[in-house]
Nanobody, 120 residues
Framework: QVQLVESGGGLVQAGGSLRLSCAASGSIFSINTMGWYRQAPGKQRELVAVISSGGVTNYADSLKGRFTISRDNAKNTVYLQMNSLKPEDTAVYYC??????????????WGQGTQVTVSS
């Protein structure tokens, strides 16, 4: 089994910054893509950003320039630096990882989510 543990969410004023972290642990042989998604109340979960094991990134078009995804492969950890936050960024942010386990099977895992609230 693999666990994804997120941290770094909270309440911030508009224009502020937050940095989310997500650490993967457990039966891990390798991790391919890691990423962040978010879900606002009454809306569907949407892509924020993803990053490959080689560092190739992909962002939601509306977030380019404000959010930066990065990862530390040695620590099996992915980060999301969020700057110039807006009230519409308020959502539960979920970590995602495509993991090859020690039995060489590939599974998609989700974290429990961390709340980000941006006040106006």
């Amino acid at each position: 089994q693999v666990q994804l543990v997120e941290s770094g969410g909270g309440l911030v004023q508009a224009g502020g910054s937050l940095r989310l972290s997500c650490a993967a642990s457990g039966s891990i042989f390798s991790i391919n893509t890691m990423g962040w998604y978010r879900q606002a109340p009454g809306k569907q979960r949407e892509l924020v950003a993803v990053i490959s094991s080689g560092g190739v990134t992909n962002y939601a078009d509306s977030l380019k320039g404000r959010f930066t995804i990065s990862r530390d492969n040695a620590k099996n950890t992915v980060y999301l630096q969020m700057n110039s936050l807006k009230p519409e960024d308020t959502a539960v942010y979920y970590c995602n990882a495509l993991v090859t386990n020690n039995q060489l099977r590939v599974y998609n895992f989700w974290g429990q989510g961390t709340q980000v609230t941006v006040s106006s």
